[in-house]
């Protein structure tokens, strides 16, 4: 490489309006509370990772074998996955070199540009590994080392990030059937109430799924109940949800392809369920069988206080052959058009009134945020929304959101920030822009003469800490205090 | 309260863009209009508020109970529509206090941050009633006081208001089957050119509506036709039309669930009114047979002249139970994605090309505006499309709609803006929002290099009332020579 | 006309943002590409202008009646085409004077603010002809006879106009049985590999034209094929891709209604092709067959390397009596809501994960994009996505693009710019809006901290051309050098 390496500096103003007064404003928000603590109440980091404590092993198998997202941009240029070091399903992992996998990411890296992902790979690089140059071909082998020298340091261990990164509360996802062994052990560390689980129950009440009819079975046995047996079979389900309710649980998923609903009769349900485990259910019984489940696991959360979160409209492992060789999450999800209005009415019908019942939205087809999600917000008392999902999990995603949100549904209908990743260094990343972003967008309002600056200042930690606590259950007793100084400090400079 | 009043200030320059060339740009426009008569074609005013002219009850009662946009968001946090002083469908008003409903309005009033509500409101509050703090649980007795005093004066009688207002052209809506008694009443009284009626007769073409056969009945005694022949039953829609017409209205109104038009023969039509008024129909009949009636609605319009205006695409009622206790507009109606390119194509195939009909068309999906509304009003001369509408009427809202309409429709394919509203109140914030979001639109062209400031001048003038006089054809003899002078000045300022 | 005629001057910072840093940088990236030349590998200009060399006749005829935008403005006020010199369906020219066109089109020129025709007509008047006073009803004569009189000069002869305009390559688009013979003349006449064509054979794949059956008859004619039967179809298909890819072509184009694939065994494609060329097949099957014939073309693709654009979702001729009238092109055709992820799917099975294949998709539905597109292009190596298409090649239009596709997708699976325009005057206007307007994406980027400036001097220099070459698969052996000198010397200003 003839030419001298690219510095890699984070503008400090980054993400905010270039506009100088509105600009200063966002500035002034985004610093009342770059510090607070994260709480992070979704995502699909590794609880052994917290449980074991032990160090990651290079950069490549940290920041690239696992991340769908890159995984996608150089599979899309022509980069197979095995060179990314991604085992095939039966368990085959190529002869891969962690440091050439780095070499191929180095020389693509360019692909990145204007992604969120390089917003937070470079912001995972220069603040947490306090690299200073730009990733280019020319410096791939300095990254390597760096990146693979620091996480053998004890600082790098799991638990020491998360002190480092200031998480304060951090739910991970586990499927109905899972042992959730290590959040025991992580309840024995006294990291019980930092590290929590999330009831995601797919596995059992999606037919799809391959292992359907054996994850019944599964069910049966962990809970001593005949699961052929509707009635059982919810007993069952409701018998999982206590236990990931004691390892900390305050929430339950659900990654269903639609966010249909329905509320049929008792023997309708039992028909319908024992055709699903005969594998006799055609696709729109499937479908029906899901919808049914959706109104089922709203019951129990009138019942049990469980936030429930619906992640619908994603069309899995879209590309058959790749999902053949590879199995899931490789980065081959392709978002649906989603319908909530009529989906969701029958559970609304039934339940949608329940001052207790907590829904949090989520979608992947923004043509719903103004159309859908805000009009439905802003009237049902269930519900919440997520904030801006998966693709959308982005500046310009951010700032759809918000404009085609607020507007109808107001702040205070939607659930904070969540980072939903299983990328345990870009946490602060994701936190952080979204903080920006959510101080832009007020910064905007201010200047516009849409928004008091004092409410402004209340928004941005509402947005930031309240709101999350409060959609979530969650109970961090460090929480509403930090909040309630952190405006009454923003109106002192504001006033004084 | 421990601390003091929040000001309550609308910033002059709310709205505008914030780089100071464009902001100097927008305020020019937005001065040049800002005082020019207010016309509003299409609302929901209730005529006998004028035909009477008593005053106001209280402030809860006028600015809370009515209004659908505040009931739905603070039944989505949990405040019940009883607090609100909504009576049950079966008539029971619980003992309500009109200042206790006011205290709860207060106390949640942070909801409405970033929302249209909150625009309307502050400037209902600061300009018509001059108050000055800010609505905050603290100064609601002072508000409720100050709102309902002023109620009792003479110059706050619904009459005068209108004066005050400079309203020259209001439209109400009635249902077919209205006598229009307080429309007679305000002609007597000469104010009949300016308090005009709109034909919305959903009632007569609807057969979802409970009480479609009974209204089929009594239009027939209405009009001296057998209803029950289809023949008939159009000739009395047309006496109808022309009874409306005599009370001033140009335009009719039609608040379907889609904008799906059909072509039937006369027999087909006759055997779906049969089965419609037997109930018998299906929910795909009752749908083709609205469908058909729009294409006929079309067809009488081609002959009295009266400019059609369809709101289609909301989901009425969705909430089931809370729809059974209050009945209908408490703020649960939802948007549907709306389909206009096959569904407007029977009417357009067989009327699209008549120099002389005027259709309106109006959304809630936005992924329509740049898809299907600018493209269908930019080529067929029947359409125009009617402003952002509902949920939409807000600041983004309009902005995504002039951004979204513009490049391919025009400025011409338009209609000026409308307020759609029952909150008579309100009706001066909202069109002052809109000739500043327009004024900002243009401005920002002309920034941008994409459109000459002379041309923005007249383009501010002919949207705020040049274009609203076109499109729903009325006559208000005082509106041309007015507009052309405010654009002989604006030049003048230009130039001199 | 008692006022001064307007002036007519083109911002030279049109289009780039207002705040004033971010505006210098978009015109500094702007001036580095605004002089490279012009490549069009995609656009609907007759090869017979460039064959023949001939002079166009008047303003008129060369302007107005050819250009579909210009059409349905017009007529959506009420402009019957016969006065724009449309000839009917059945070749009756009326009376047309072109002088009277164009002074009706000057009457309506208002119609056009905030179009991008506007854009494209002003960009064309002032740069083309030199005209310096604004299109208004005064200077309609003046307009007509100083572009009539130009064009009779050699200067303006088709060819000298891609030389003054700096065409390097330009790619017509004809269909299967087209003889090629100007492609022929061009090529002898040294012109051959800059004028090339491109293989459109919606005439012989889609059962829905009326001319279907004859099409395929004389498909069979001009091969020597017996193409009732499906597999000689196919061969004789292969044998116009050769025919075509001897004239230059380096991609095929489809105009479907949808972007519906299918993979059916060949018993079942004979059974349909047989159904479609006997007229008997439903609307379903038409729609099944060209689905197939979607696969079918990707897999000649594969053999022949030939890039295959996909421009779905167009309702053509929705105005039924107007097309009956006049035919085909004629301002009438509206987009539909257009699915991707089920639609590509069988074809995507089949092909997807070949690193040789090329797809380009359009859309004229914007809510596809951030939704389907980016994802789609962001995995499978095979599809880039097309630029802003058709009513979407606009500023509004390119920013949203941009926007909702580069977070998720990159800049680096897109295909640069593409005119599609059959107006020949209007390329350089369309290109150089294009260059505008990703200098202003790019600027804004490096505003907010979200890119290098560095790395926006070599996006700009890489969508305008590089990706374009690369994408199209062209050979134009000056562009590669080109490129790199461009990004040199910008980097050079930069740092010295």
Not at 136 to 152: C, N, Q, R
Request: net charge negative.
């Amino acid at each position: 490489m003839s030419k001298s390496a690219s510095p890699l500096n984070l503008d400090p103003d980054r993400f905010f309006p270039v506009e100088p007064r509105t600009r200063e404003t966002a500035r002034r928000l985004y610093r009342s509370v770059a510090e607070l603590p994260i709480i992070s109440p979704h995502g699909h980091t590794d609880p052994a990772w917290f449980a074991t404590n032990q160090a990651f092993a290079n950069a490549s198998s940290l920041l690239l074998t696992p991340d769908h997202y890159v995984l996608r941009m150089l599979y899309s240029h022509g980069v197979p996955l095995e060179t990314m070091g991604v085992p095939t399903i039966d368990g085959d992992t190529a002869a891969v070199n962690p440091r050439e996998s780095w070499r191929i990411f180095a020389n693509h890296y360019h692909l990145f540009r204007g992604t969120p992902s390089r917003v937070w790979l470079d912001h995972v690089f220069a603040e947490v590994f306090g690299i200073n140059v730009r990733l280019e071909p020319g410096v791939a082998d300095y990254y390597f080392d760096t990146i693979s020298a620091a996480l053998s340091a004890p600082e790098f261990r799991p638990r020491a990030l998360l002190d480092r990164f200031n998480v304060v509360l951090l739910a991970t996802t586990e499927g109905a059937l899972d042992a959730l062994t290590h959040h025991d052990t992580l309840k024995m560390a006294g990291l019980g109430d930092r590290i929590i689980t999330t009831f995601r129950p797919d596995d059992v009440l999606d037919p799809d799924r391959e292992d359907f009819t054996r994850n019944i079975a599964e069910l049966g046995a962990l809970t001593g109940e005949n699961t052929t047996h509707f009635g059982a079979y919810l007993r069952a389900l409701r018998a999982r949800r206590a236990y990931f309710r004691a390892r900390g649980a305050t929430a339950t998923d659900h990654g269903h392809p639609s966010p249909r609903t329905a509320d049929l009769s008792t023997i309708e349900c039992q028909r319908l369920f024992d055709r699903c485990l005969a594998s006799l259910a055609d696709e729109h019984e499937r479908e029906l069988f899901r919808a049914q489940m959706l109104t089922e696991m709203a019951a129990m959360s009138l019942d049990d206080g469980m936030v429930m979160q619906i992640h619908p409209g994603s069309f899995r492992n879209h590309n058959k052959p790749l999902y053949a060789r590879f199995g899931r999450d490789k980065g081959a999800d392709i978002p649906l058009p989603t319908s909530y209005v009529s989906g969701l009415k029958p559970l609304l019908d039934r339940f949608g009134n329940e001052p207790s019942l907590r829904i949090i939205l989520f979608t992947l087809d923004e043509s719903t945020y103004a159309r859908e999600l805000a009009p439905l917000a802003g009237h049902y008392p269930c519900l919440r929304l997520g904030p801006p999902w998966w693709f959308h999990d982005s500046p310009e995603g951010m700032l759809r959101y918000r404009r085609a949100i607020t507007e109808t549904a107001g702040f205070y209908n939607g659930s904070g920030f969540n980072d939903d990743t299983r990328a345990l260094l870009s946490i602060p990343a994701r936190h952080d822009l979204a903080r920006r972003m959510d101080s832009r967008f007020l910064a905007e309002l201010v200047s516009e003469g849409r928004l008091a600056v004092d409410e402004a200042e209340e928004l941005i930690v509402e947005l930031t800490v309240t709101q999350v606590v409060e959609a979530y259950r969650l109970s961090i007793p460090t929480v509403p205090e930090l909040a309630a100084e952190t405006i009454r400090k923003a109106s002192g400079t504001d006033r004084d």
